[in-house]
Protein backbone atom coordinates (compact mmCIF):
# COMPACT_ATOMS: atom_id res chain seq x y z
CA UNK A 1 0.00 0.00 0.00
CA UNK A 2 2.67 2.60 -0.56
CA UNK A 3 0.67 3.82 -3.02
CA UNK A 4 -0.65 6.09 -0.10
CA UNK A 5 1.91 9.10 -0.04
CA UNK A 6 1.46 12.53 -0.16
CA UNK A 7 3.00 15.17 -1.19
CA UNK A 8 5.74 16.82 1.84
CA UNK A 9 3.92 19.82 2.48
CA UNK A 10 0.23 18.77 2.37
CA UNK A 11 -0.16 16.23 5.34
CA UNK A 12 -3.24 17.16 7.28
CA UNK A 13 -4.81 19.49 9.72
CA UNK A 14 -6.46 22.20 10.41
CA UNK A 15 -7.20 24.47 13.74
CA UNK A 16 -10.66 25.18 13.36
CA UNK A 17 -10.38 27.80 16.29
CA UNK A 18 -7.13 29.37 14.43
CA UNK A 19 -9.82 29.38 11.49
CA UNK A 20 -12.74 31.15 13.08
CA UNK A 21 -10.30 33.40 14.77
CA UNK A 22 -8.94 34.26 11.03
CA UNK A 23 -12.43 34.96 9.60
CA UNK A 24 -13.70 36.60 13.01
CA UNK A 25 -10.94 39.26 12.49
CA UNK A 26 -10.61 39.14 8.51
CA UNK A 27 -14.39 40.22 8.28
CA UNK A 28 -14.26 42.98 11.00
CA UNK A 29 -11.78 44.24 8.31
CA UNK A 30 -13.74 43.67 5.46
CA UNK A 31 -10.70 41.60 4.16
CA UNK A 32 -12.02 38.52 3.49
CA UNK A 33 -14.52 39.18 1.19
CA UNK A 34 -13.38 42.28 -0.57
CA UNK A 35 -9.63 42.78 -2.36
CA UNK A 36 -9.06 45.04 1.23
CA UNK A 37 -6.85 41.53 2.48
CA UNK A 38 -3.67 44.02 2.16
CA UNK A 39 -4.74 45.60 5.14
CA UNK A 40 -1.73 45.79 7.73
CA UNK A 41 -3.94 45.03 10.69
CA UNK A 42 -5.43 42.80 8.99
CA UNK A 43 -2.94 40.99 7.39
CA UNK A 44 -0.43 41.10 10.76
CA UNK A 45 -3.75 38.97 12.26
CA UNK A 46 -3.49 36.27 9.59
CA UNK A 47 0.42 36.24 9.96
CA UNK A 48 -0.05 35.91 13.86
CA UNK A 49 -2.37 32.80 13.68
CA UNK A 50 -1.20 31.12 10.76
CA UNK A 51 2.81 31.66 11.22
CA UNK A 52 3.45 33.39 8.02
CA UNK A 53 5.88 36.63 8.00
CA UNK A 54 3.73 39.15 6.61
CA UNK A 55 5.93 39.46 3.47
CA UNK A 56 5.35 35.66 2.59
CA UNK A 57 1.88 36.16 3.28
CA UNK A 58 1.65 39.12 0.99
CA UNK A 59 2.68 36.91 -2.09
CA UNK A 60 0.73 34.44 -1.66
CA UNK A 61 -2.42 36.94 -1.39
CA UNK A 62 -1.01 38.35 -4.83
CA UNK A 63 -1.30 35.25 -6.37
CA UNK A 64 -4.40 34.12 -4.96
CA UNK A 65 -6.00 37.89 -6.07
CA UNK A 66 -5.20 36.84 -9.23
CA UNK A 67 -6.38 33.82 -9.71
CA UNK A 68 -9.52 35.09 -8.18
CA UNK A 69 -10.03 37.82 -10.76
CA UNK A 70 -10.92 34.84 -13.17
CA UNK A 71 -14.03 33.75 -11.73
CA UNK A 72 -15.81 37.38 -10.88
CA UNK A 73 -19.25 35.25 -10.85
CA UNK A 74 -18.41 33.58 -7.82
CA UNK A 75 -16.78 36.98 -6.52
CA UNK A 76 -13.53 38.57 -7.02
CA UNK A 77 -12.26 37.50 -3.63
CA UNK A 78 -12.51 33.80 -3.82
CA UNK A 79 -11.30 31.21 -5.65
CA UNK A 80 -13.24 27.95 -7.34
CA UNK A 81 -12.42 24.35 -7.38
CA UNK A 82 -11.01 24.57 -10.88
CA UNK A 83 -8.45 27.33 -9.63
CA UNK A 84 -7.72 25.89 -6.31
CA UNK A 85 -4.99 23.41 -7.77
CA UNK A 86 -3.21 26.60 -9.56
CA UNK A 87 -3.57 28.22 -6.00
CA UNK A 88 -1.98 25.45 -4.36
CA UNK A 89 1.35 25.21 -6.79
CA UNK A 90 1.67 28.88 -6.31
CA UNK A 91 1.78 28.82 -2.68
CA UNK A 92 4.58 25.34 -3.38
CA UNK A 93 2.12 22.79 -2.67
CA UNK A 94 1.65 20.23 -5.84
CA UNK A 95 -1.40 17.51 -5.03
CA UNK A 96 -0.25 14.20 -6.34
CA UNK A 97 -3.07 13.88 -7.81
CA UNK A 98 -7.03 15.25 -8.44
CA UNK A 99 -8.52 13.31 -5.84
CA UNK A 100 -6.56 14.38 -2.82
CA UNK A 101 -6.95 18.11 -4.48
CA UNK A 102 -10.18 17.63 -3.86
CA UNK A 103 -10.34 16.45 -0.10
CA UNK A 104 -8.11 19.18 0.47
CA UNK A 105 -10.29 21.85 -0.90
CA UNK A 106 -13.82 20.06 1.08
CA UNK A 107 -11.14 20.73 3.90
CA UNK A 108 -9.74 24.11 3.49
CA UNK A 109 -13.85 25.56 3.08
CA UNK A 110 -14.54 25.69 6.43
CA UNK A 111 -17.68 27.66 5.99
CA UNK A 112 -18.94 25.28 3.11
CA UNK A 113 -20.17 27.61 0.52
CA UNK A 114 -19.07 25.92 -2.34
CA UNK A 115 -15.62 28.36 -2.87
CA UNK A 116 -12.40 29.14 -0.34
CA UNK A 117 -11.61 32.99 0.53
CA UNK A 118 -8.43 34.36 1.48
CA UNK A 119 -8.30 33.58 5.13
CA UNK A 120 -10.01 29.86 4.67
CA UNK A 121 -7.23 29.31 2.42
CA UNK A 122 -3.92 30.96 4.53
CA UNK A 123 -5.43 28.44 6.99
CA UNK A 124 -5.19 25.52 5.36
CA UNK A 125 -1.79 26.30 3.83
CA UNK A 126 -0.33 27.18 7.17
CA UNK A 127 -1.23 23.63 7.77
CA UNK A 128 0.57 22.19 5.14
CA UNK A 129 3.19 24.25 5.11
CA UNK A 130 4.10 25.18 8.81
CA UNK A 131 1.21 22.46 11.01
CA UNK A 132 2.45 20.49 13.81
CA UNK A 133 2.38 16.61 12.98
CA UNK A 134 -0.64 16.40 14.84
CA UNK A 135 -2.45 18.86 13.26
CA UNK A 136 -1.56 16.79 10.19
CA UNK A 137 -3.20 14.04 11.27
CA UNK A 138 -5.98 15.74 12.03
CA UNK A 139 -6.08 16.86 8.94
CA UNK A 140 -6.22 13.35 7.37
CA UNK A 141 -8.60 12.03 9.81
CA UNK A 142 -11.09 14.51 8.34
CA UNK A 143 -10.40 13.65 4.96
CA UNK A 144 -11.64 9.90 6.04
CA UNK A 145 -14.43 11.62 7.99
CA UNK A 146 -16.58 12.35 5.08
CA UNK A 147 -19.71 12.20 6.80
CA UNK A 148 -18.38 15.02 9.60
CA UNK A 149 -19.60 12.65 12.48
CA UNK A 150 -16.25 12.64 14.57
CA UNK A 151 -15.51 9.28 13.84
CA UNK A 152 -14.66 7.02 10.87
CA UNK A 153 -16.40 4.52 9.36
CA UNK A 154 -15.04 1.59 7.11
CA UNK A 155 -16.99 2.46 4.43
CA UNK A 156 -15.69 6.10 4.85
CA UNK A 157 -12.06 4.48 4.37
CA UNK A 158 -12.97 2.60 1.93
CA UNK A 159 -14.30 5.55 -0.02
CA UNK A 160 -11.19 7.51 0.44
CA UNK A 161 -9.14 4.60 -1.19
CA UNK A 162 -11.17 3.99 -3.89
CA UNK A 163 -11.31 8.20 -5.22
CA UNK A 164 -7.05 7.49 -4.66
CA UNK A 165 -7.19 4.07 -6.35
CA UNK A 166 -8.77 5.69 -9.36
CA UNK A 167 -6.43 8.41 -9.88
CA UNK A 168 -4.06 5.89 -9.34
CA UNK A 169 -5.52 3.45 -12.30
CA UNK A 170 -5.85 6.36 -14.82
CA UNK A 171 -2.51 7.53 -14.20
CA UNK A 172 -1.34 4.09 -15.01
CA UNK A 173 0.62 4.13 -18.04
CA UNK A 174 2.11 1.13 -20.31
CA UNK A 175 -0.69 -1.37 -19.11
CA UNK A 176 1.71 -1.03 -15.49
CA UNK A 177 -0.65 -1.80 -12.59
CA UNK A 178 -0.47 0.57 -10.29
CA UNK A 179 -3.94 0.56 -8.62
CA UNK A 180 -5.43 -2.07 -6.03
CA UNK A 181 -8.59 -4.53 -6.51
CA UNK A 182 -11.44 -3.64 -4.34
CA UNK A 183 -10.99 -6.49 -2.20
CA UNK A 184 -7.61 -5.48 -1.66
CA UNK A 185 -8.58 -2.03 -0.48
CA UNK A 186 -10.96 -3.99 1.82
CA UNK A 187 -8.69 -6.15 3.47
CA UNK A 188 -6.91 -3.38 4.24
CA UNK A 189 -9.57 -1.34 5.90
CA UNK A 190 -10.08 -4.34 7.47
CA UNK A 191 -6.42 -4.22 8.65
CA UNK A 192 -6.47 -1.12 9.66
CA UNK A 193 -9.48 -1.04 11.68
CA UNK A 194 -8.41 -4.15 13.70
CA UNK A 195 -5.16 -2.49 14.61
CA UNK A 196 -7.03 0.93 15.65
CA UNK A 197 -9.52 -0.97 17.85
CA UNK A 198 -6.91 -3.27 19.51
CA UNK A 199 -7.44 -1.88 22.69
CA UNK A 200 -11.03 -0.62 22.59
CA UNK A 201 -13.40 -2.46 24.91
CA UNK A 202 -16.57 -1.71 22.53
CA UNK A 203 -15.38 -2.60 18.71
CA UNK A 204 -18.32 -0.55 16.79
CA UNK A 205 -15.91 -0.50 13.58
CA UNK A 206 -16.09 3.27 14.09
CA UNK A 207 -12.25 5.01 14.45
CA UNK A 208 -12.32 8.18 17.22
CA UNK A 209 -9.33 10.07 15.89
CA UNK A 210 -6.88 8.39 18.84
CA UNK A 211 -8.01 5.20 17.30
CA UNK A 212 -6.71 6.28 13.99
CA UNK A 213 -3.33 7.59 15.71
CA UNK A 214 -2.81 3.89 17.26
CA UNK A 215 -3.32 3.14 13.45
CA UNK A 216 -1.30 5.27 11.68
CA UNK A 217 1.23 4.17 13.96
CA UNK A 218 0.81 0.64 12.60
CA UNK A 219 0.07 2.23 8.97
CA UNK A 220 2.11 5.00 8.35
CA UNK A 221 0.93 5.00 4.67
CA UNK A 222 -2.28 6.22 6.31
CA UNK A 223 -1.59 9.65 6.28
CA UNK A 224 0.53 9.60 2.59
CA UNK A 225 -2.06 9.84 -0.48
CA UNK A 226 -0.19 9.67 -3.33
Known sequence: YHSYHAPHARAAARHNNHLLTCEKTASAMGQAQSGE???PFGMSAIAQKTNFPKEEL????????KLAAKSPEV????IKKEQFGEALKAAGVQPSNEAFANALYAQFDQNGDGVINFVEFCAGLAVLLKGTP???YQLCFEIYDVEKTGT???KEMLQVFKAMNLALDCAA?????KSYSEA?????VDDVFKKG????ANKDEQLSFNEFLRAVKAYPQLVDFK
Request: charged share 45%.
Open 184 to 188: ELQSF
Open 75 to 78: GDAV
Open 134 to 136: MEK
Open 37 to 39: SHN
Open 197 to 200: EEKA
Open 58 to 65: EDIRKEFM
Open 152 to 154: INK
Open 173 to 177: DGGSR
